[in-house]
Structure formats: C-alpha cells, structure tokens
C-alpha cells in the first residue's frame, strides 16, 4: 500500500474522512455485467475502508425492456435501452464497458469525450487499430483507463508474478499456457455474436487474450509469434433448433508459439470445444531455477519447485495462497481456510482501479495493455507462416 493510501485508509478508518463517492454506469448486463454488478456491490464490504465507494446509478442493455429486467435484477436504480445517455449523465463519473467487443470502440470513444473513466472488458477492441484509437483517445482525454484482464488479479498469479520477479525462478526459460473451455463443443449451440468474425475473436482472440496478458505480466514483452486455427463446426443453427444455418467466422481451436525479447519461448493453446473443462486456464513457467504451476480450476494454489530446496525434500509443492499472499486482505475469513472465487477478481480489479484513480497513481492493465494483446491476436490470426514479428506503437509519452 503506497503512503497516500495508508493515509486516506487511517482517515477513513477513523472517521476523519469519508472515502469519495463514484457514479457508475454499467453498459451491457449479460454475463460478465452481472459479475461487474457483484463486485461493484462487494467492495466496500471486502476492503475497509475502501479506497471509493462505487455507487451503480444506471445500466443500458440492447432494449429498454432488456434493461429493465437488468436493472432489477442487479438492483439498479436507472435502465436505458440508449447506452448514449450513460456517457452523457452527469452523475456518472466511471463507465463499465460489458457488451459484445465490436460495441467497445464506439462506447469506450463516446465515453472518454464526455470525460468518463473507463473500465473496459477484453479483449480491447476487434483489432488492434481500434484498441490503438481508444488508447490514444483515453490518453489525450486525460482520463484514466483499465482493461478487465481480470486473471492477473487472482492472487495466486500475483504471487507467481512476485516469486519470478524476486528472482526466485531465476531467468525464465519457458511459458506453457491455456485456456480451455467446452461450450462450443456441441454443434447444435446456435451462431451467436461470438461466432462473427467482425465481432469477436475467436478461441485465441476471445479466452486466449487473456493467456497472452498472462504472458506479458509474467514473463514480459513478446517480440514474435506463429500460429494455426481450426474450426471444428463451420456452420451452426441460427437460433435453438433452428433448421437455418449461418456460416461461422471465428476459430474454435487455436495454438501459437511466442517469442519474448528476453529470450524465452512461449505456448498458448485455445479451445473452446474441450469437453469437460469448464475454464480451465493454466500455466506452467520454468526459469533456471526452478518452476510454477497455476490451475484456475484449483485458484487458491500455486503449484512451486525451488532447485535450492534441501535435495531430499525437493518436488513440486502446493502453496495454499491465503490471508499471507497478495490480496490477502480480500479473503474471508482472512485466514488459511478459505479460498476467493472468480467474483473476487473483479472485486480487485475494480479495488485496484478505483484505488488508483482516487489516489492519482499509474494503474495497469490500462488500454495500452489491452492494445498490445490485441496486436499479438492480430498478428497470431493472420495467417501468415512462420514467425510474424510483433511490432507495437510505444506508450504515450505521459505514462
Ligand atoms: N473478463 C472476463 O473474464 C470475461 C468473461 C466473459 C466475457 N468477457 C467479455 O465481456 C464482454 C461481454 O461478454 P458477456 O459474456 O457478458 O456477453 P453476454 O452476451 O452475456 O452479455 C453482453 C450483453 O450486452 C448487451 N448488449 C448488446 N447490445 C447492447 C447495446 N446496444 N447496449 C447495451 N447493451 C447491449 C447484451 O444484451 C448482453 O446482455 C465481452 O467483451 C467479453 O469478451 C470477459
């Protein structure tokens, strides 16, 4: 915890300040909206004193009725079907970006002209051209910005990121990732937004992105990648039980190799037509001293093998990541017994963002972040053989 925010807490601790209120407007309440709406809710009560109270004032959906259903589903007090008037409402300081990627562009844009910070879900944009031109116009708004790659915040991957940046692994050599997921793997699942080409990414561009800000957190920049795609259903019903059929743009399978300036080389598998996992991202990482395991499956652990352990007692051992390890604070009980869960993440993320906006300090994943990854997607589904190299526009200036 910085010095400001060890003042602000002992302030509003003691009642010597209230902690500021933020309005926030949610666009898009399906999935990960609602897990938006959890943590939004959860955060004052898992972090105390929080670092801002988070007020949700209003949610659009793609109807007014939709919205309705969302507003009182979450517990909202105001609905649109206009998510225009969210960006335009004076009462909203922070905007949640959760609809289906190709709306990020134009929502995030409107947004930070009319002076809103932003959270934005992953990937950033469809491509990285768009992901560039929200970053670029975050920037010269003067507002700050955050990419929900929200498995960074798990804290069992902190840890893994502390004990590789401590050294403790010595140099990295080698990082295995996946994300494996078996939703698609029925063919009767009808087309839906993510099937499009023109609006999402496929395995690699949709879980895979978060495998590659995996990558880049903990073992640093990525220089080149190659990679293949498969689809295994071409063509799926247009709606359940329908006997209309509509082409599928995107991969369902997806494989790359990575290479990291620093020398080390990558693998990154996405499926999401793997039966039987269920969100199955891991990661094993090998340095010249030893390695780290990471299951989502299995959170709360991290699998760790140190070479400089006494020779009889070495092997792999489980690290059980509790009340002593990064975010301790937001396991509860704050003791050895309990684990967090995938809303956690979302409730550290918003913690960490808001955090960092009220106290005026450089936060991360930020828009830049979500640019990268869209270019190393972009880059890995090209279709062109061999390796590709990554060649990214640096960071503003101001950052
Ligand atoms: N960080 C994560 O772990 C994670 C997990 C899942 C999804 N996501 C991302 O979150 C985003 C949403 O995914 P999802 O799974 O919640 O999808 P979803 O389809 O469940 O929800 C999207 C919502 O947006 C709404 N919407 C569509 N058009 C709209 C409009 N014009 N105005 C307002 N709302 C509109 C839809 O009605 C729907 O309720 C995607 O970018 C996805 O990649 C992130």
């Known amino acids: 915890m910085t010095a400001r925010r060890e003042k602000a807490a002992v302030e509003a601790n003691t009642g010597a300040a209230e902690p500021r209120r933020l309005g926030i407007g949610l666009i898009g309440g399906g ?29 659009a959906e793609a109807t007014p009725e939709l919205a309705g259903q969302a507003a009182r589903r979450l517990d909202i007090p105001d609905a649109t079907g206009r998510w225009e008037e969210v960006v335009e409402r004076d009462d909203v300081d922070v905007v949640a970006v959760a609809t289906p990627n190709s709306m990020h562009r134009d929502v995030v844009l409107a947004a930070v002209e009319h002076g809103k910070h932003v959270m934005c879900e992953k990937p950033l ?30 804290p069992a991957v902190t840890f893994a990121r502390q004990l590789i940046t401590e050294g403790r692994i010595g140099a990295v050599h080698a990082f295995r990732g996946k994300y494996l997921y078996g ?3 029925d063919p009767s699942v009808p087309l839906g937004w993510r ?26 920049e990525i220089s ?20 209309e059929y509509g082409d599928v743009g995107t991969d369902d399978e ?19 037509c793997a039966p039987g996992r269920y969100n199955n991202l891991s990661f094993e990482i090998n340095g ?31 690290v059980r990541v509790a009340g002593a390890h990064p975010y301790g604070p937001f396991f509860y009980p704050e003791n050895d017994g309990f ?41 890995a589904t090209s279709h062109q053989s061999g390796w590709v190299p990554i060649e990214e526009e640096p960071r503003e200036a101001s950052r």
């Open 31 to 59: 999935f990960i909206g609602r897990a938006h709406a959890i943590a939004l809710r959860s955060l004052p009560l898992q972090a105390f004193p929080p670092a801002a109270l988070p007020e949700l004032r209003v949610v």
């Open 125 to 154: 944009g469809v491509d990285a051209k768009e992901a560039l031109g929200m970053y670029r116009a975050a920037e010269a708004a003067g507002v700050r910005h955050y990419v929900a790659f929200n498995y960074r915040r798990v």
């Open 183 to 185: 939703g698609n793997t």
């Open 195 to 220: 099937h499009r080409r023109s609006e999402a990414g496929g395995a690699l561009g949709d879980v895979g992105s978060h495998v590659v800000d995996l990558a880049r957190f903990l073992v640093g």
């Open 224 to 243: 080149e990648v190659t990679s293949a795609t498969r689809t295994w259903t071409p063509r799926r019903p247009l709606s359940p039980g329908s006997t």
């Open 254 to 272: 997806g494989a790359m190799l990575l290479g990291f300036r620093n020398g080390a080389l990558g693998v990154v598998q996405a499926s999401t």
């Open 288 to 318: 010249e001293l030893g390695s780290v395991e990471f299951d989502f499956e299995r959170m709360n652990e991290l699998r760790v093998y140190l070479s400089d352990d006494p020779r009889q007692l070495q092997g792999f051992h489980t």
């Open 339 to 379: 684990g967090v869960a995938f809303t956690e993440t979302k409730v550290i993320e918003w913690h960490e963002f808001l955090g960092a906006l009220v106290h005026g300090e450089p936060v991360q994943p930020d828009f830049y972040d979500g640019y990268v990854a869209n270019c190393i997607i972009d880059r």
